[in-house]
């Protein structure tokens, strides 16, 4: 069963103007070790981290919660290994609301075009229930 949608688009120089403008400090607070090496390994790693965090936005929202109750940037997570599809991972207290929702699985889209990056999310579990953690 759907618990919850979220969708969210980011304008790619907007993040790219954040990492310059913060650097360290804006991606140390926002984006795991994974995600950061993952972007670092393309050729335009704004981009993927303007569709990351738009992922990020975008769980949030399929959860309930956006930044609220707790839930923390780095504790959203989009995983990707080699030929697979992305996927959402959560941790810590998000992990927590989120299977207070009865969130058991989180599917993920990801796409960049031009300047802009979206993220669709899907939570799919027992609306109400205690779940697993995603």
């Known amino acids: 069963m759907i618990v919850g949608i979220g969708v969210d688009v980011v304008h790619i120089p907007r993040i790219r103007g954040a990492i310059e403008r913060w650097q360290e400090r804006f991606l140390g607070r926002v984006f795991t070790p994974d995600e950061l090496a993952y972007a670092r390994r393309r050729r335009d790693p704004a981009e993927h981290l ?4 738009a992922a990020k936005e975008a769980t949030l929202k399929a959860l ?7 839930a923390r940037w780095r504790e ?3 995983r990707r290994a080699r030929g697979e599809p992305p996927r959402m991972a959560l941790s810590g207290r998000t992990a ?8 058991r699985v989180l599917h993920v889209s990801l796409t960049h075009d031009g300047d802009y ?8 579990g027992e609306p109400g229930g205690a779940g697993s953690a995603p």
Not at 50 to 53: E, H, K, P, S, Y
Not at 117 to 124: F, G, I, K, S
Request: charged letters at 15%; a neutral charge; zero cysteines.
């Open 50 to 53: 303007a569709a990351r965090f």
């Open 64 to 70: 309930g919660t956006g930044l609220a109750m707790g």
């Open 76 to 78: 959203v997570e989009v």
């Open 96 to 103: 927590a609301l989120g299977a207070a929702r009865g969130v």
């Open 117 to 124: 990056a979206v993220a669709q999310v899907l939570a799919e």
